[in-house]
């Protein structure tokens, strides 16, 4: 409120000055304003819904947003808009006359979140002076055409929208609903930081589809408020997935009808998964549930000590199943499709990795019943990493006859063997320390599509065990991008693009639960959180300074 606008006028303000490219963007942006029309036109939809009325009488002057006829400020949000021309113009801002308009019915929940966010009515249209319009694309495939937008082309793809304010109404209009709420994101974040919305245009979409946050509930409780305050905050961060790790040694922290013996408390009931899930997928968020097999299963397990693997000197390796009997089989895939329906989305995980039985120097020797039962069922060759690729490749079956699409962590995926992953599956990256260890590069040339938790940069592991350090915003906001998929240095360009990498998640895991609270883990993730959204959305070197990214990241929240 009362922030002085720029007084330059000699060239429109873009996102992406000065980095590489800027030009490119800046010549982009002025080709393309042209090709539309980027007013803040009325619509005429019908729709109903509460706190919907006709605008209300008032003045020219009334409803006219006061400001100077100049260039304004680049939108303030988190992650950044990728291209912002800016015009001459008073720019909007809200009135005691503000409605959040639209005619399209899938966008109600929209209009009312944003209208509730705002303080402001849902109306029917049309739009008038001061309101903010929300609309589809009438093609249904993007600003700028209907395929998949590529890095640099911030006006397509399925998640884009443009924002244009003009003559003080705001108009939304994006490719998909998820592309309409995202715009409302950065309306409501600039809002936030300079209580109005300078003139011009926005156009921007994400780099890759998948941006996420992944949060291991079972070594350490989360309560489902502090769950729920996470995706709204991902929402404004235009995150798009929240991983839930439900199971490990130390806990199973879901309500499970099938299998209620295995349940630790605290635990969140089927109720609150749902509320969870609800209130997600009004931020455009899938809630991925993984259910780590055939290692990390302890709490498992403890129910069911007649599953436990022994090796030949009678050693119970922690968290381990025994791959070769039926009955753990059917216990795990009892749970998998349990779950299958109490997360609806697309995803689920399978796990697969840190199986103790191939992290010993001989598992034929150590585990003498695994090989056999590997030789008898896939020849004299087998192994038993070849037992432990069928296991995963049967979860995996039971995942996609339930309708998702299986991702599995990169150390269950081994070189070699008789037995070969099945797809299709995805492959969350996430070590380079593993037995057998593999560079990204080499699933990448097998034509898996990779997923980047690199624990480098992106594990927030509760008592920095295992050499672990707690990652900072800064060094992910100025080192790392989707293509840093282990260590330091980034994959080959060949392989960077989002064809192959689908995008990532910031993890937090509880391995000493309580060296922090839930409090300091909050705090502790906020800004790494920010960064991680932020090189998701636009990997390239960022134009703010991260002491600037700071300054942001506070005034929009």
Same mark, same amino acid.
């Given at each position: 409120?009362? #922030?002085?606008?720029?007084?330059?006028?000699?060239?429109? *303000?873009?996102?992406?000055?000065?980095?590489?490219?800027?030009?490119?963007?800046? @010549?982009?942006?002025?080709?393309l304003a042209g090709l539309t029309s980027? @007013?803040?036109?009325?619509?005429?939809?019908?729709?109903?819904?509460?706190?919907?009325?006709? $605008?209300?009488?008032?003045?020219?002057?009334?409803?006219?947003?006061?400001?100077?006829?100049?260039?304004?400020?680049?939108?303030?949000?988190?992650?950044?808009?990728?291209?912002? !021309?800016? =015009?001459?113009?008073?720019?909007?801002?809200?009135? !005691?006359? +503000?409605?959040?308009? +639209?005619?399209?019915?899938?966008?109600?929940?929209?209009?009312?979140? %944003?209208?509730?966010?705002?303080?402001?009515?849902?109306?029917?249209?049309?739009?008038?002076?001061?309101?903010?319009?929300?609309?589809?694309? !009438?093609?249904?495939?993007?600003?700028?055409?209907?395929?998949?937008?590529?890095?640099?082309?911030?006006?397509?793809?399925?998640?884009?929208?443009?924002?244009?304010?003009?003559?003080?109404?705001?108009?939304?209009?994006? &490719?998909?609903?998820?592309?309409?709420?995202?715009?409302?994101?950065?309306?409501?974040?600039?809002?936030? *930081?300079?209580?109005?919305?300078?003139?011009?245009?926005?156009?921007? $979409?994400?780099?890759?589809?998948?941006?996420?946050?992944?949060?291991?509930?079972?070594?350490?409780?989360?309560?489902?408020?502090?769950?729920?305050?996470?995706?709204? &905050?991902?929402?404004?961060?235009?995150?798009?997935?929240?991983?839930?790790?439900?199971?490990?040694?130390?806990?199973?922290?879901?309500?499970?009808?099938?299998?209620?013996?295995?349940?630790?408390?605290?635990?969140?009931?089927?109720?609150?998964?749902?509320?969870?899930?609800?209130?997600?997928?009004?931020?455009?968020? @899938?809630?991925?549930?993984?259910?780590?097999?055939?290692?990390?299963?302890?709490?498992?397990?403890?129910?069911?000590?007649?599953?436990?693997? #022994?090796?030949?000197?009678?050693?119970?390796?922690?968290?381990?199943? /025994?791959?070769?009997?039926?009955?753990?089989?059917?216990?795990?895939?009892?749970?998998?499709?349990?779950?299958?329906?109490?997360?609806?989305?697309?995803?689920?995980?399978?796990?697969?990795?840190?199986?103790?039985? %191939?992290?010993?120097?001989?598992?034929?020797?150590?585990?003498?019943?695994?090989?056999?039962?590997?030789?008898?069922?896939?020849?004299?060759? *087998?192994?038993?990493?070849?037992?432990?690729?069928?296991?995963?490749?049967?979860? &995996?079956?039971?995942? #996609?006859?339930?309708?998702?699409?299986?991702?599995?962590?990169?150390?269950?995926?081994?070189?070699?063997?008789?037995?070969?992953?099945?797809?299709?599956?995805?492959?969350?990256?996430? @070590?380079?320390?593993?037995?057998?260890?593999?560079?990204?590069?080499?699933?990448?040339?097998?034509?898996?599509? =990779?997923?980047?938790?690199?624990?480098?940069?992106?594990?927030?592991? %509760?008592?920095?065990?295992?050499?672990?350090?707690?990652?900072?915003?800064?060094?992910?906001?100025?080192?790392?991008?989707?293509?840093?998929?282990?260590?330091?240095?980034?994959?080959?360009?060949?392989?960077?693009?989002?064809?192959?990498?689908?995008?990532?998640?910031? *993890?937090?895991?509880?391995?000493? &639960?309580?060296?922090?609270?839930?409090?300091?883990?909050?705090?502790?993730?906020?800004?790494?959180?920010?960064? +991680?959204?932020?090189?998701?959305?636009?990997p390239r070197q960022p134009e703010r300074?991260?002491?600037?990214?700071?300054?942001?990241? /506070?005034?929009?929240?």
């Open positions: 409120m009362g #922030r002085n606008w720029s007084k330059k006028s000699g060239r429109a *303000a873009v996102g992406a000055a000065g980095r590489p490219g800027a030009v490119l963007a800046l @010549t982009l942006a002025a080709g980027l @007013t803040g036109c009325s619509g005429n939809g019908e729709g109903g819904g509460n706190g919907d009325r006709d $605008a209300p009488s008032a003045s020219k002057a009334d409803r006219h947003p006061k400001g100077p006829d100049r260039l304004g400020p680049t939108p303030a949000a988190v992650p950044s808009v990728r291209e912002w !021309k800016a =015009v001459r113009g008073p720019g909007w801002q809200r009135t !005691k006359h +503000t409605r959040v308009v +639209t005619g399209t019915d899938s966008l109600r929940d929209e209009a009312k979140l %944003l209208a509730d966010e705002l303080k402001v009515d849902v109306a029917k249209g049309p739009a008038h002076t001061g309101d903010i319009e929300l609309r589809r694309d !009438k093609g249904g495939k993007g600003t700028k055409s209907g395929k998949s937008g590529k890095s640099g082309e911030p006006g397509s793809g399925p998640e884009s929208y443009r924002l244009v304010s003009r003559d003080g109404t705001v108009t939304i209009t994006g &490719a998909d609903d998820a592309g309409v709420f995202y715009g409302t994101r950065t309306l409501l974040q600039t809002h936030r *930081a300079q209580g109005r919305f300078a003139e011009g245009t926005v156009r921007d $979409a994400p780099d890759r589809p998948q941006r996420g946050f992944s949060l291991d509930i079972a070594r350490k409780n989360f309560s489902a408020d502090w769950i729920k305050a996470r995706i709204r &905050a991902m929402g404004d961060l235009k995150l798009n997935q929240l991983q839930l790790h439900l199971s490990d040694d130390q806990a199973f922290r879901v309500e499970s009808d099938t299998h209620p013996e295995i349940v630790s408390d605290p635990h969140l009931t089927k109720a609150q998964i749902r509320d969870i899930v609800r209130l997600a997928a009004s931020r455009h968020i @899938t809630v991925i549930p993984e259910i780590d097999s055939p290692g990390h299963l302890g709490a498992v397990l403890k129910a069911h000590p007649d599953l436990q693997l #022994r090796s030949v000197t009678g050693r119970t390796p922690q968290g381990t199943i /025994d791959i070769s009997k039926p009955e753990a089989a059917k216990l795990v895939d009892d749970l998998l499709v349990e779950f299958a329906d109490l997360f609806p989305g697309k995803y689920a995980h399978a796990g697969g990795d840190e199986y103790l039985a %191939l992290m010993t120097q001989n598992p034929e020797q150590t585990y003498p019943g695994l090989a056999q039962t590997a030789r008898q069922k896939f020849g004299e060759q *087998a192994r038993v990493q070849d037992l432990a690729t069928a296991w995963l490749n049967d979860r &995996a079956t039971t995942l #996609r006859e339930h309708g998702k699409t299986p991702q599995v962590w990169n150390d269950g995926m081994h070189r070699g063997g008789v037995v070969h992953p099945n797809k299709p599956r995805e492959v969350a990256y996430w @070590t380079g320390r593993e037995e057998g260890e593999r560079q990204p590069v080499e699933y990448l040339k097998e034509g898996w599509k =990779v997923v980047n938790l690199n624990d480098e940069y992106l594990y927030y592991v %509760l008592g920095q065990p295992n050499r672990f350090t707690y990652p900072t915003g800064r060094r992910i906001y100025e080192h790392w991008n989707p293509a840093v998929v282990r260590g330091t240095e980034p994959v080959p360009a060949k392989w960077a693009g989002r064809e192959h990498i689908l995008g990532g998640r910031f *993890a937090v895991w509880g391995d000493i &639960a309580d060296a922090q609270t839930t409090e300091q883990v909050a705090s502790g993730i906020r800004l790494p959180l920010a960064a +991680t959204a932020q090189k998701l959305w636009d300074s991260w002491s600037d990214f700071v300054k942001l990241a /506070d005034q929009v929240d």
